[in-house]
């Protein structure tokens, strides 16, 4: 992309559960699992964690909430079943924030109490990656 654009990953973590289940608990399809001990691509190390990961997929924008609202629009409604599946299966859940920063131009990066308060009924972690080009 040639400007400053984000990516917003949901992204669900555990020893052993079957991402299929998840899948269909919360009705929505992820980008991208992968199985405790799976191979990772092309080289001999294998997965430490088992993964369901949901992409809001990246877009140029900014503000970081403009990927966030849609992120929280899929969800925000889903909140019991996260937290019933999260005690179900021993789960972490991560909302992983791509920061692809062109021009020397950054979005805006703030937290709306919405989604603070989102993050801590789920007991997420928010993790914020940036590259500079």
């Not at 400007?3 to 555990?14: E, K």
């Not at 900014?62 to 179900?88: W, Y």
């Not at 950054?106 to 590259?131: C, M, R, W």
Request: glycine content about 4%; aromatic content about 10%; some cysteine.
């Amino acid at each position: 992309m040639e400007n400053t654009n984000v990516r917003i990953d949901f992204r669900i973590m555990g020893n052993e559960y079957n991402v299929s289940e998840i899948t269909e608990v919360l009705g929505v399809i992820p980008k991208e699992t992968w199985n405790i001990g799976d191979t990772i691509r092309n080289t001999k190390r294998k997965r430490t964690y088992t993964a369901w990961i949901f992409s809001i997929e990246a877009e140029e924008i900014e503000d970081i909430n403009t990927q966030i609202e849609k992120m929280k629009a899929i969800f925000l409604p889903k909140t019991d079943k996260l937290c019933k599946i999260k005690e179900q299966y021993n789960l972490d859940f991560s909302i992983d924030i791509v920061i692809n920063i062109e021009k020397q131009l950054p979005p805006a990066i703030y937290f709306e109490n919405s989604l603070i308060q989102f993050v801590a009924k789920i007991g997420a972690i928010l993790d914020i990656d940036t590259y500079i080009n």
